[in-house]
């Protein structure tokens, strides 16, 4: 399967084919859409038949090699057969605060120094768990460090390396409950230049500034 969205998060739609379905849901040759991982909930949307027929998709989900996106169809609508040509949609609004909200907690772990023991992504709010026992984090601080580098307004991008190179670098692994995006022996990196460097499969916005503000709950 082709994942659009690691080279674009931005495209909103694609055309595709449907290649398998099933009462789990349905797969396509390629996809905008976002599989639930990492913290950040999977896109929903909508496929479009060429006669017009739109289904609607309430989640995609992680199929069994990981690298397979499963596209949950709403209850009670028959799956289109293997071969049928559609136009795969995400809600973009959706997507687009997720991605603001992802890379601002990127940003937070640039701020606050520690593990990332857990974490979750919302459209209005997000969290990060820190391993931080003996640390008393001060709020007022950590907003006004956020808001200063989304004024900032750095590239964001991403990139990849070796799973060696990964190896030799374990200080770029900073959440210790998901396993790091990999791919054919490459890991997929989230740079935020000059801010933080981490392995990320999400998706994200292209600078820092495109955020907004930020406020620390």
């Not at 040509?85 to 520690?114: F, K, N, Q």
Request: aromatic share 4%.
């Amino acid at each position: 399967m082709e994942l659009l969205f690691r080279d674009d998060p931005y495209l909103k739609s694609c055309e595709a084919t449907v290649v398998s379905a099933g009462p789990d849901g349905l797969r396509l040759d390629r996809t905008v859409f976002y599989p639930m991982g990492g913290g950040q909930p999977g896109d929903c949307g909508s496929l479009t038949l060429e006669d017009g027929t739109r289904i609607k998709v309430v989640d995609a989900v992680k199929g069994a090699d990981h690298e397979d996106v499963v596209h949950v169809l709403e209850d009670g609508v028959p799956s289109p057969p293997s071969g049928t040509r559609v136009t795969a949609a995400i809600d973009w609004e959706r997507r687009h605060r997720h991605m603001r909200m992802h890379s601002c907690l990127h940003l937070l772990c640039a701020v606050v120094t520690g593990d990332v023991t857990g974490g979750q992504i919302g459209e209005a709010k997000g969290r990060l768990d820190f391993n931080l026992p003996d640390t008393q984090l001060d709020k007022d601080h950590i907003t006004a460090e956020l808001n200063r580098l989304v004024a900032e307004d750095h590239p964001v991008q991403p990139r990849w390396i070796s799973a060696e190179d990964l190896q030799a670098q374990p200080e770029l692994v900073r959440t210790m409950s998901v396993k790091p995006p990999m791919d054919g022996g490459r890991v997929r990196l989230l740079d935020i230049a000059g801010v933080d460097l981490q392995p990320c499969g999400g998706t994200h916005v292209a600078r820092t500034g495109e955020i907004g503000p930020c406020r620390s709950l």
